[in-house]
């Protein structure tokens, strides 16, 4: 049994007066997926985003609880979030490369973390990265062409670049697919399976057959409550809960 | 389903009879659309119109070219071409002899109605004409000289012959005179020189606007570099970095009152502090520029804001996402995207704090400076407050050069705005 990568205990979040996250208690494995599953407005996002503290720039977000990554709070008075989300990156629903060119984009997290030495170092740091994300031969030509002028599905594939050139431990996605057709959804997935190899990477989703093909977790939530947690063929196949079974086979949600 | 049910029949009547109330009420509104937009033009039109009239012949004026006898010895005594030397020499005899000469005056009535044809300005003119063309001084030259504003009046046709004599600015002797001199051919009508660059002067024939153009740059350049600094840091900081609570709120609530605070006010304002507080001279662009920096802030700060609350927020948290810090995802991401826009809304502050009259008057900005300012500490003047003095002036010449000088005004507005579209575009296009 390996020991889990994110730990989280008691986690409760609220907006304002507003609770969306109920008591939530979940380990998360490395070099696994784990998907979020749920109907609208459960509390997946909230949750995912309480992972790299990306809910501290909302107004009025609150957060009770305890997230320990590698052992140590996140959440702890001491804790700079930058190096949290240079070891947590986000992959986000909408596409959203910078309005620069493709190289500025990947280049832009190992320079502001001063990974590379030389403008040489950097160029291979980005190279490595868009081969990563699947996307270095449609775009090795062009790397100074603005990274807006690509397909959704190859900036999608530009916005992981960006995120694993800061080689980071955990991956953060939250439907990232949900903006793309079947082909570049396709290719993410290829691509998130191969990324499985050396990250940890936990994908909110809408999409049921998804979970099932890309997970080994599945994690269920409803309402702002972790319903269910477990293997994603056990999760599919055999649910315990029956409001997990309603939702796998879409009589609500 | 060939025949129609009486429901459905009902149904499409009433649907055409809502369509026609419809339609009628769409073209009514095109049609109040369309005559706000008339009467607007209109407006525009009279208003340019008016100016044009007036301030196109402003641009203009009449001079006399007069053979000149460019004596060296009387020009410049001293012989060393300085000032004091050309102060000391005899050049305004020297035109009054050209002009007696050209037009056979003796007697002293009709030597002094022949001298005061001419400008005052002209032994000036003369001078700077020598210093040009030191090659041809002991010769006799024909040099062009400015007429008086009253002869150019006459000229002109604003002043009748018919009207009697004592009523008139011009006497029959001059009238006679100017049109000896014009039927000789001695007389032109061209672009004024003095207009562009000549500076203040009781004389209308020779007041010019380059004193006045030059305060505006001055005033202007010490206006931008305090207020968009200053405006886009207080922007940034308010919208990303501020707490809300109960005290950023009453800062934007002034701010945006501010925003309609009377002019005037920061002149006073300035007075109260730059002047008598710190103790910095009265009418320098420096302080103007101050002054309407205070005027110009809250422009800037709002368009600023509005400039970086359009920039898409994912953009901002991809930053975040990557591990940018705050600081780093604003000012690499947010603020380039949003200087478009703030250059632009101070540009149209700029504009506004351009045209702006009462609180330079209230800082002493309305002096009568004939001196053109070399520096922001000089005493100078701004193109709006020449404006407001000149359209105090009786002369006739007076009234034209208000309109000319409206008509630059105006000039270099539009080549504000049309840099800022131009900024715009070259930024925007970048991606
Ligand atoms: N910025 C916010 N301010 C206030 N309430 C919010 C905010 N963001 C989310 N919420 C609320 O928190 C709850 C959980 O929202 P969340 O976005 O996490 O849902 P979700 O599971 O990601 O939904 P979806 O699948 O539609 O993306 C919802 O009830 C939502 O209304
Ligand atoms: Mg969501």
Redesign the interface.
């Known amino acids: 049994m390996t020991d889990p990568v994110v730990r989280c205990e008691n986690v409760n979040i609220y907006y304002g007066e507003k609770q969306a996250i109920n008591d939530i208690s979940i380990d998360i494995l490395p070099k696994q997926i784990t998907a979020f599953i749920g109907p609208s407005g459960c509390g997946k996002s909230t949750f995912l985003r309480s992972l790299?503290r990306?809910n501290d720039?909302i107004?009025g977000c609150r957060m009770e609880g305890r997230i320990l990554i590698d052992d140590e709070d996140i959440y702890a008075p001491e804790v700079d979030?930058?190096?949290?989300?240079?070891r947590v990156?986000?992959?986000?629903q909408?596409p959203?490369?910078?309005?620069?060119s493709i190289f500025d984009n990947v280049a832009?997290?190992p320079k502001?973390?001063g990974l590379a030495k030389s403008s040489s170092e950097l160029q291979t740091i980005v190279e490595h990265a868009l081969k990563g994300s699947g996307l270095w031969e449609e775009v090795k030509d062009r790397l100074d062409q603005?990274g807006?002028?690509l397909s959704g599905g190859q900036q999608q594939r530009l916005?992981i670049a960006?995120?694993i050139?800061?080689q980071p431990e955990i991956i953060l996605m939250d439907e990232p697919c949900s903006a793309l057709d079947p082909i570049a959804t396709a290719k993410i997935e290829a691509l998130m399976t191969d990324l499985a190899k050396d990250y940890t990477i936990i994908i909110v989703t809408h999409s049921m057959q998804q979970a099932a093909r890309v997970s080994q977790k599945t994690a269920f939530f409803h309402l702002g409550d972790l319903i269910e947690y477990g293997d994603t063929t056990q999760m599919f196949t055999n649910p315990r809960e029956s409001r997990t079974q309603d939702y796998i086979t879409g009589r609500f949600g | 389903m060939t025949e129609k049910t009486a429901q459905q029949k009902q149904i499409e009547q009433r649907l055409q009879n809502s369509l026609k109330g419809r339609r009628a009420k769409e073209r009514r509104f095109v049609w109040f659309g369309r005559s706000a937009i008339a009467v607007a033009l209109i407006f525009l039109a009279t208003l340019f119109i008016s100016i044009g009239t007036k301030g196109i012949p402003g641009f203009f004026q009449h001079y006399v070219t007069l053979n000149v006898s460019l004596d060296a010895q009387r020009l410049d005594p001293l012989g060393d071409m300085s000032d004091q030397s050309f102060f000391d020499g005899e050049a305004k005899k020297l035109v009054y002899e050209a002009i007696y000469a050209e037009l056979e005056a003796s007697g002293r009535s009709k030597k002094k109605a022949a001298r005061q044809i001419l400008s005052n300005g002209s032994d000036v003119r003369l001078v700077s004409f020598v210093k040009n063309n030191i090659d041809k001084l002991d010769t006799v030259q024909p040099v062009k000289l400015a007429l008086d504003d009253d002869a150019d009046s006459y000229l002109r046709g604003f002043i009748s012959k018919d009207t009697p004599e004592k009523l008139r600015r011009v006497n029959d002797i001059q009238i006679e005179y100017i049109e000896a001199l014009q039927a000789k051919g001695l007389i032109s009508y061209e672009l004024s020189d003095y207009l562009f660059f000549g500076s203040a002067s009781r004389n209308a024939e020779m007041a010019g606007i380059k004193g006045a153009f030059f305060g505006s740059i001055y005033t202007l350049f010490i206006c931008f570099i305090i207020a968009f600094p200053l405006g886009v840091a207080t922007a940034v900081y308010l919208e990303v970095f501020a707490p809300?609570n109960k005290v950023t709120e009453i800062i934007e609530i002034n701010i945006n009152n501010l925003a309609a605070v009377p002019s005037v006010v920061f002149g006073i304002l300035g007075l109260a502090i730059f002047i008598n507080i710190f103790g910095l001279p009265r009418s320098i662009p420096l302080v103007g520029g101050i002054v309407l920096a205070l005027m110009t802030l809250p422009t800037i700060i709002i368009s600023s804001r509005a400039s970086i609350r359009a920039v898409?927020p994912?953009?901002k948290?991809?930053?975040?996402?990557?591990?940018?810090?705050e600081m780093?995802a604003t000012f690499?991401?947010v603020v380039p995207?949003a200087i478009p826009g703030m250059l632009t809304g101070a540009i149209i502050g700029m504009a506004q704090a351009l045209g702006e009259t009462a609180p330079l008057l209230m800082i002493g900005m309305v002096a009568f400076i004939v001196d053109i300012p070399n520096s922001v500490t000089d005493p100078g003047t701004v193109l709006p407050v020449q404006i407001f003095m000149w359209a105090d002036f009786a002369e006739r010449m007076f009234i034209q050069k208000t309109s000319s000088a409206i008509i630059i005004l105006l000039g270099f507005l539009i080549a504000m705005n049309g840099i800022a579209i131009l900024i715009r575009r070259k930024l925007e296009r970048?991606?």
């Open positions: 790299n990306m720039t107004d979030v930058v190096p949290l989300r240079a990156g986000m992959v986000f909408k959203n490369p910078f309005p620069k832009y997290g502001i973390h603005p807006t002028g916005c960006r995120t050139a800061v | 809300k898409p994912s953009i948290d991809g930053a975040l996402g990557v591990g940018a810090s780093q690499h991401h995207l970048r991606w």
